[in-house]
């Protein structure tokens, strides 16, 4: 069965500070593949997708992804972050096989950012 | 712009009672989901649906059922509420079109708690 492996549950990083956060998947076949992020009280939303072509893909608020076949990976970066990035975020993806295909989201990581 | 609603955002019921959680959207999408989201946990796909009569068990629908009369509403139904299904209930909806358009809208939301 497809799974979604997000390494960190908790984050917390001062303004200004680089972020990584790592998603993992299992699915040897072609994939969709997504960042949702949840900010307070608010809907979940789209942060930036990959469907195919370039393997590093750029979403909104400056955030990136990059997937990498090899490793069954899709890390999302920010290189500075702010305040407002204070949110949780899930890795989610779209696997085709045989029958429907369906998200399968992460478990999340809340990150945290201090001023 | 795309907009799922959902009829609550908290609701409080009793062991046993039923209940009923309304969705809908105003994109004319073909597919609609509920998951619920617990923490450490993810979205859980509990149903989806990909046509009006249509609906489909995602990865948890025990103890649910759901409707699609309409095509732009969705309703998850607890036919019998119990504690365990205190959690927070999202709603989705997604263009039944080309794997491009397959991202997943989401509404705020609706917090349950079963006393």
């Known amino acids: 069965a497809q799974s979604v492996s997000q390494h960190n549950h908790h984050v917390i990083l001062s303004e200004a500070a680089s972020l990584e956060l790592g998603c993992n998947y299992s699915y040897g076949g072609t994939v969709n593949l997504f960042w949702y992020v949840q900010y307070p009280g608010q809907h979940l939303q789209l942060l930036l997708k990959y469907f195919s072509g370039d393997p590093l893909v750029k979403g909104i608020k400056g955030f990136e992804a990059e997937f990498i076949k090899s490793k069954f990976s899709f890390n999302l970066r920010k290189p500075s972050v702010q305040w407002s990035d204070t949110a949780e975020y899930f890795c989610?993806?779209?696997?085709?096989?045989?029958?429907?295909?369906?998200?399968?989201f992460g478990a999340g990581t809340r990150l945290a950012v201090h001023p | 712009d795309v907009k799922v609603t959902q009829s609550s955002r908290y609701l409080v019921k009793r062991t046993g009672e039923k209940v009923f959680l309304e969705c809908v959207q105003d994109m004319d999408h073909e597919n609609m989901f509920w998951y619920r989201q617990d923490p450490g946990l993810g979205l859980r796909l509990i149903y989806f649906?990909?046509?009006?009569?249509?609906?489909e068990k995602g990865d948890i629908p025990e103890g649910y059922s759901v409707s699609r009369e309409k095509k732009e509403r969705f309703s998850l139904i607890l036919e019998s509420a119990s504690t365990n299904q205190t959690s927070m209930y999202l709603c989705?909806?997604?263009?039944?079109?080309?794997?491009?358009?397959?991202?997943?809208?989401f509404g705020p939301g609706t917090r349950l708690t079963v006393l």
């Open positions: 989610a993806v779209k696997g085709f096989s045989g029958g429907y295909n369906k998200l399968i």
């Open positions: 649906s990909y046509d009006v009569k249509m609906k």
């Open positions: 989705a909806s997604s263009s039944g079109l080309a794997a491009i358009y397959n991202e997943q809208f």
